[in-house]
């Protein structure tokens, strides 16, 4: 610094042996300017031109350095910065002017970019922003007897456009989460809610309230940005219905090796602000992980020298109310739905399987029934990390006392990772049989998602 600023005051000294200086020519960048002014018993040195015009008019300098004693004769200096100080000592020969170098300048928060997440950190907040991004194009091949008019058909689709802030507040013990779907222009909001850490950063124990996805079920637990097949199997759909409003406690601890979560809820599904009876929605769920966290994500990014293992058991009772329709009139069933999975990861290995039962006991006089299913699902790396395969089996058995009325789905799909799932294009194949339609669908679906 004291060496910059004396090479900038040489470059003034050709023009103060005459006295006042004019404003230098400038050199690059770099404009000097000097002048300096007695008045009162004192020297005002100025290095703009602007502060210089503004005391001639006032009499006064503003903000300024005073240097009692260290000029010509033992005058005051009055200086309009470090610099003009810096070029009066040097012109008349003094001691150099000593300071500290100034620090250089930090914003008040910081911006970085990684994985499609922008994040802003400061002191005592931080906010991230994504975005996901998913273009469809769907062929279909419907059966006579489907239930979806047909035969034929081939479309494109916005299938999801989310936009997600989340991050702390205040303390890193609590945490936000906000995300939109824009594409469902009826009911855009997906995810509000507020999350406190009770072990101050050890994810023992904390409380979630707001709306978010219940405990229950892997793969809807799974983002559908993380999985491999163009999106979830329609059992996983049937049987966990996905977000509600209410309140969870729940727990990561061991890094992870444990995953318990306990929650009530209206029951009604998301953004629907009122119970329709006076039972609220339980639902529970234990996983236990005991090589470490397999994370909520399909396909094996993450196993290196071991594998990643988790098995757990799901818990969901609720009463819903049920509109009329057709012969059957308006009635309460109450549900009752247990559910197992368990997942295996190992060298670009994946396995998954995940189980479901639930029991109905219907009001009004309707006859009580069980519905079950099952989803069965693996996959392997062609290539490492880039190149995936995999294939699905799922059944769901919508009444277990009748027979010939089993729904079936199997399926290959195929992806393509630039950064695992945050940029990739995938495209799956699936037929879909209802027996008691005598049905049998098949599907071709494309989809390219980017999360930015």
């Known amino acids: 610094m004291r060496k910059t600023t004396m090479i900038a005051a040489g470059l003034c000294a050709l023009a103060l042996l005459a006295g006042a200086a004019p404003p230098l020519p400038a050199q ?72 500290d170098t100034p620090k250089p300048y930090k914003p008040p928060f910081d911006i970085g970019w990684k994985d499609g997440k922008t994040t802003i950190s400061s002191k005592n907040a931080q906010l991230v922003i994504s975005n996901r991004m998913q273009v469809r194009f769907t062929s279909e091949n419907l059966d006579s007897n489907s239930a979806t008019a047909g035969p034929e058909r081939d479309s494109f689709r916005i299938r999801r456009m989310k936009t997600k802030f989340d991050g702390w507040a205040y303390t890193k013990a609590l945490t936000y989460e906000l995300q939109l779907n824009w594409p469902d222009t ?12 009770l072990t101050k950063g050890k994810k023992a124990a904390m409380l979630k309230v707001g709306q978010f996805k219940v405990p229950f079920g892997r793969q809807e637990l799974t983002s559908s940005g993380s999985q491999q097949f163009v ?35 209206n029951g009604n599904g998301r953004t629907v602000s ?14 236990w992980a005991p090589l470490g966290d397999p994370k909520y994500s399909e396909g094996d990014f993450d196993s290196t020298d071991k594998p990643l293992f988790s098995v757990a058991a799901n818990y969901e ?42 029991e109905n006991d219907r ?12 989803i069965l699902q693996a996959g392997y790396f062609v290539i490492p990390k880039r190149l995936e395969i995999a294939l699905r089996t799922a059944e769901f058995d919508p009444n277990a006392a009748r027979s010939k009325d089993i729904r079936s789905e199997n399926g290959i799909a195929f992806s393509y990772y630039w950064n695992k799932h945050n940029h990739k294009l995938q495209a799956d194949f699936r037929e879909i049989e209802d027996e008691a339609r005598g049905a049998s669908d098949r599907e071709i679906r494309f989809q390219y998602q980017i999360i930015f």
């Open 274 to 287: 009122r119970n329709d009876n006076d039972d609220l929605q339980l639902n529970a769920r234990l996983q």
């Open 186 to 197: 009826a009911n855009p909001l997906e995810d509000v809610n507020i999350n406190y850490d």
């Open 363 to 374: 009001t009004q006089g309707l006859s009580d029934f069980d519905d079950e299913g099952y």
């Open 28 to 99: 690059g960048p770099l404009t000097l300017y000097y002048q300096e002014v007695e008045h009162d018993g004192r020297v005002y040195v100025f290095n703009t031109p602007e502060v210089y015009k503004e005391f001639q008019a006032s009499g006064e300098m503003g903000k300024s350095i005073t240097l009692i004693g260290r000029g010509v004769d033992g005058k005051t200096v009055v200086a309009e910065n470090e610099t003009a100080a810096s070029l009066y000592f040097f012109k008349h020969g003094l001691p150099a002017y000593e300071h």
């Open 231 to 265: 999106d979830r199997a329609a059992v996983s759909n049937t049987f966990a219905r996905g977000r509600d409003i209410g309140m969870q406690l729940w727990g990561t601890p061991a890094g992870g090796k444990l995953d318990w979560r306990v929650g009530v809820f």
């Open 317 to 358: 009772a609720n009463t819903r109310q049920i509109a009329a329709s057709g012969a059957t009139p308006a009635h309460q069933n109450e549900q009752t739905i247990t559910g197992f999975d368990a997942t295996f990861k190992f060298k670009g290995f994946s396995l998954f399987g995940e189980y479901f039962d639930r």
